[in-house]
C-alpha cells in the first residue's frame, strides 16, 4: 500500500492550524507582540519538551518490542504444538478407544 504523502501533509496541515486556533482562544495575540527573547525561551522550552516525549515514546516503544517479541515466541510455540498434534498418529490402537470396552454389569 503506497503512503499519501499528501494526505499527510494535509492532515498535519489542519491539525497545526487547529493548534493554532486553540492557542489564540487560550492565549489571545500576546504571542504576536512579545519581545523576540520572549518567543525564543518559549521555541527553546517546547524544544525540551519534545525531547521530552521523545524518550517517553522511545521507551513506550521499547515495552511495545519486547511484548511483541513475547507474542512471537507464544505464536512459535502454539506452532509448534499445532504441528506436534498434525504429525501424531491418527488411529488408537483399539484397546484403548474410548467407548469400546463394556462396563455394563448384570445383577
Known sequence: MAIDWREIASEYTRSVFSKMEQGSVEYGEKSHHSPIH????????????????????????????????????????IGKTIDEIRAAPKDLPESSAAGTESTHINH
Open 38 to 77: 520572549e518567543t525564543l525561551h518559549e521555541i527553546s522550552a517546547e524544544f525540551l519538551d519534545v525531547g521530552g516525549w521523545g524518550a517517553i515514546g522511545w521507551g513506550k516503544v521499547q515495552r511495545l518490542i519486547r511484548r511483541v517479541e513475547d507474542l512471537e515466541r507464544e505464536l512459535a510455540d
